[in-house]
């Protein structure tokens, strides 16, 4: 089995998911579990932070979409964070980057997440992929 860590945890009024190693079809359930859980608990909003994600593989791609869809359904604002290497190319690749923000870092997801909560509420979440 591939090794993921997943850390769910609160960054001031958002939940932030750190993840770290791969994300393959070994783990992509759990991952997409550990997410929809972040998504029911969390209340301003939520960072998925890839910064330390070195694969992702299609159903980790996949994982992650759902978990935008079911953001989305609960109008609650969803931002990625930190994707780089061959998981930014395969995110740029695959559109994913013109449809939801890809952000440098976490600072600049929660700047993100600080400004959608500041605007009109049919505003605040991305389209839905």
């Known amino acids: 089995m591939t090794e993921l860590d ?4 609160e960054f001031g009024r958002y939940r932030l ?3 770290r190693g ?21 209340t301003g909003g939520l ?10 593989d299609a159903s980790g791609l996949r994982a992650l979409v759902l978990s935008h869809r079911r953001a989305h ?3 609650l604002p969803l931002q990625i964070a930190g994707a780089v290497g061959p998981v930014a190319r395969i995110l740029d ?3 994913f980057s013109q449809a939801w923000p890809v952000h440098a870092d976490v600072a600049g997801a929660v700047r993100k997440l600080d400004a959608l909560l500041e605007s009109d509420p049919g505003e605040r979440t991305c389209p839905a992929v």
């Open 6 to 9: 997943i850390t769910v945890s």
């Open 17 to 19: 998911v750190s993840l």
């Open 22 to 42: 791969e994300i393959d079809i070994t783990n992509s359930d759990r991952l997409r579990d550990r997410i929809a859980m972040a998504i029911t608990t969390a």
């Open 47 to 56: 960072v998925i932070d890839l910064a330390e994600v070195r694969f992702c």
């Open 73 to 75: 359904d609960r109008a």
């Open 93 to 95: 690749l695959m559109g």
